[in-house]
């Protein structure tokens, strides 16, 4: 597929997805979501073990939804467009690990992009918040949810009253984000975080994610039933015979995902 509003590289082992509408400063707009999904799905079956999401043009890593789709949408439109199949719901269950590389504005549903993603790091020059309520609406992509877990409700209640926006450096202190690193350090920062989890086991990886997005579904003992079930599935990889042969032979393991 060509695509209009995303750029998709792929090089050892780490794909990066480029939001590339930096003159509406990447808002997602339904082609925009269109085509996130498509490269997904693609990325599912590629041999890149972690994915990277970033936006393009120095400004914005993602400003929100395209807010020019909200102009005379009716309820019932906007309720069976977010019936569809939704990029954060996407983002969560990707299998392989995803780091949001949060370089600009971060904002309302872009936000929401990167509270779905695994690990986010941003440039400390970086503005993130949810918006949504200068517009009269609310956070509508999961913000409710995935901010106040993240974060807890003090400090999600705040920026979804307020709509205020902090900085990179404000958000890692809120544990928003993992790290925030001055703005011409954030690719190698982030690269170098993709290379080290594209060493690992990439089934690992994936039992790995799936465990820990259990613990914000589930109560503690289906969560560490699940815990349990991935564990003895990991112990049934070729990967699994590798890490551990590795370790007593002294040596890198080398993964081959299966
Ligand atoms: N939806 C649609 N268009 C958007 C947009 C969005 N979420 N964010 C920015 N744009 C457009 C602007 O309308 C403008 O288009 P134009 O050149 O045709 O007028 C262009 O992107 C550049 O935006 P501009 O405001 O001039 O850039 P800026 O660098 O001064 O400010 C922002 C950037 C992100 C602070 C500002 O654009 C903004 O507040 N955007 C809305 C953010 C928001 O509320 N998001 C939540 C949506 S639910």
């Not at 039992?207 to 914000?216: G, N, P």
């Amino acid at each position: 597929m060509q695509y209009q509003n995303i750029l998709l590289q792929q090089s050892d082992r780490v794909a990066v997805l480029t939001i590339n509408r930096p003159e509406k400063r990447n808002a997602l707009n339904q082609a925009t979501r269109d085509e996130i999904l498509h490269a997904l799905d693609h990325l599912q079956q590629s041999d890149s073990r972690v994915l990277v999401v970033t936006g393009a043009g120095g400004k914005a890593f993602i400003a929100g939804a395209d807010i020019g789709e909200f102009e005379g949408r009716t309820a019932l439109t906007q309720r069976e467009v977010m019936k569809q199949r939704r990029i954060f719901d996407a983002v969560e269950e990707f299998p392989k690990p995803v780091i949001a590389m949060i370089n600009g504005f971060c904002l309302g549903g872009g936000m929401e992009f990167a509270l779905a993603c695994d690990i986010r790091i941003a440039a400390d020059s970086a503005k993130l918040g949810q918006p949504e309520i200068n517009l009269g609406i609310i956070p509508g992509g999961g913000g409710t949810q995935r901010l106040t877990r993240l974060v807890g409700e003090g400090k999600a209640m705040e920026l979804i009253l307020t709509g205020d926006l902090i900085d990179g450096n404000e958000a890692k202190a809120i544990g928003l984000v993992n790290d925030a690193v001055p703005i011409d350090q954030l690719q190698t920062r982030v690269m170098a975080l993709a290379a080290k989890l594209a060493e690992k086991s990439p089934i690992a990886l994936r039992m790995a994610k799936e465990a820990v997005k259990t613990a914000s579904r589930a109560n503690l003992r289906e969560g560490l039933d699940r815990e349990t079930d991935l564990f003895c599935l990991a112990f049934s990889s070729e990967d699994k015979v590798e890490g551990v042969r590795a370790f007593f032979e002294k040596r890198k393991p080398d993964y081959k995902g299966r």
